[in-house]
């Protein structure tokens, strides 16, 4: 199986599954990921083959860089080769115990074959099998290992191929209400001033030098609310979130973002000196916030 070529941004949810034989071994892999802040890869596999779990490992580091990601491989040989057969003698001194248990009641004592087909009676010996024979069969597995790991990361990419358009359409509503606020932020200059001049008026109408007074503090008031710093970095941020999709894997990237566009956005709430400019800064944080939830499924 054939792993897409290029930069793709890919999720971290997935399955992956391939099979082999080899030698009267048959042997299934799976691999499945979840979404994890950092790339952990876990093993479960057939004992005798003590390679293999730091072959999957490296396999599947070498392909991926995020997420809780499990590698199993189900293998078992085939019926007929004695040679690497031993009885679990413990096992069937206890299943003879029962059976002498039931002949005194009256049973039928159970055949030789009976016995040795009952679970657990017959285990492969492992020590009787050459390890440089295992050799090859060991290889195999792991190039199984690889194509599952190949076929688990082409339903990555299928993932961000979904998530790509989702993630495009929140940050151009961020782009959008970033915007509406600059046209916003414009009027709070003379929303500041009328408002402290009305103020001033009630309460010191016939205060000397009340007009140089509402200048000057207006002025001082207006500067305090000035949100054109807070504007252009979101504006920035914006471009940034657009570049990274095309840089996968840009997770941890846009994780990042996604906080200093939360900052950003509750510093613009903070200095509002308008209703309007509030309302927009607020829709602001909510869509950033459905954006970081997305943005928590990107490798």
Same mark, same amino acid.
């Given at each position: 199986?054939?792993?897409?070529?290029?930069?793709?941004?890919?999720?971290?949810?997935?399955?992956? #599954?391939?099979?082999?034989?080899?030698?009267?071994?048959?042997?299934?892999?799976?691999?499945?990921?979840?979404?994890?802040?950092?790339?952990?890869?876990?093993? #479960?596999?057939?004992?005798?083959? $003590?390679?293999?779990?730091?072959?999957?490992?490296?396999?599947?580091?070498?392909?991926?860089?995020?997420?809780?990601?499990?590698?199993?491989?189900?293998?078992?040989?085939?019926?007929?080769?004695?040679?690497?057969?031993?009885?679990?003698?413990?096992?069937?001194? #206890?299943?003879?115990?029962?059976?002498?248990?039931?002949?005194?009641?009256?049973?039928?004592?159970?055949?030789?074959?009976?016995?040795?087909?009952?679970?657990?009676?017959?285990?492969?010996?492992?020590?009787?099998?050459?390890?440089?024979?295992?050799?090859?069969?060991?290889?195999?597995?792991?190039?199984?290992?690889?194509?599952?790991?190949?076929?688990?990361?082409?339903?990555?990419?299928?993932?961000?191929?979904?998530?790509?358009?989702?993630?495009?359409?929140?940050?151009?509503?961020?782009?959008?209400?970033?915007?509406?606020?600059?046209?916003?932020?414009?009027?709070?200059?003379?929303?500041?001033?009328?408002?402290?001049?009305?103020?001033?008026?009630?309460?010191?109408?016939?205060?000397?030098?009340?007009?140089?007074?509402?200048?000057?503090?207006?002025?001082?008031?207006?500067?305090?609310?000035?949100? #054109?710093?807070?504007?252009?970095?979101?504006?920035?941020?914006?471009?940034?979130?657009?570049?990274?999709?095309?840089?996968?894997?840009?997770?941890?990237?846009? $994780?990042?973002?996604?906080?200093?566009?939360?900052?950003?956005?509750?510093?613009?709430?903070?200095?509002?000196?308008?209703?309007?400019?509030?309302?927009?800064?607020?829709?602001?944080?909510?869509?950033?916030?459905?954006?970081?939830?997305?943005?928590?499924?990107?490798?």
């Amino acid at each position: 199986m054939t792993v897409l070529s290029g930069p793709i941004l890919s999720g971290m949810t997935g399955f992956g #599954r391939a099979d082999g034989t080899l030698d009267g071994w048959t042997w299934s892999v799976e691999a499945r990921s979840v979404n994890g802040r950092n790339l952990e890869v876990r093993f #479960r596999g057939p004992n005798g083959f $003590d390679n293999l779990e730091r072959l999957a490992k490296a396999a599947g580091q070498a392909r991926l860089s995020r997420g809780q990601v499990t590698i199993g491989i189900q293998a078992r040989r085939a019926p007929g080769d004695a040679s690497a057969l031993k009885v679990n003698e413990a096992v069937l001194a #206890r299943y003879l115990h029962l059976a002498n248990q039931l002949a005194e009641e009256g049973a039928t004592p159970p055949s030789a074959d009976g016995l040795l087909a009952l679970r657990g009676v017959l285990d492969i010996d492992e020590e009787a099998e050459d390890p440089e024979a295992r050799a090859p069969i060991e290889a195999a597995m792991a190039a199984t290992v690889e194509q599952a790991l190949d076929a688990l990361k082409i339903s990555r990419e299928r993932e961000g191929a979904q998530l790509r358009p989702v993630i495009e359409d929140f940050v151009s509503r961020i782009e959008g209400l970033v915007a509406t606020a600059e046209t916003e932020a414009a009027a709070q200059t003379e929303a500041v001033r009328e408002r402290f001049a009305r103020r001033m008026a009630e309460l010191a109408p016939d205060a000397p030098g009340l007009q140089d007074r509402i200048v000057l503090e207006a002025a001082a008031l207006a500067t305090r609310a000035d949100v #054109r710093e807070e504007l252009d970095r979101l504006t920035a941020h914006v471009a940034s979130a657009r570049a990274l999709l095309d840089q996968p894997p840009a997770g941890r990237k846009l $994780d990042f973002l996604m906080q200093e566009f939360m900052r950003e956005a509750n510093t613009l709430c903070s200095k509002s000196a308008t209703t309007a400019l509030t309302a927009t800064g607020l829709d602001l944080k909510a869509v950033i916030e459905q954006l970081r939830e997305q943005v928590q499924n990107v490798e």
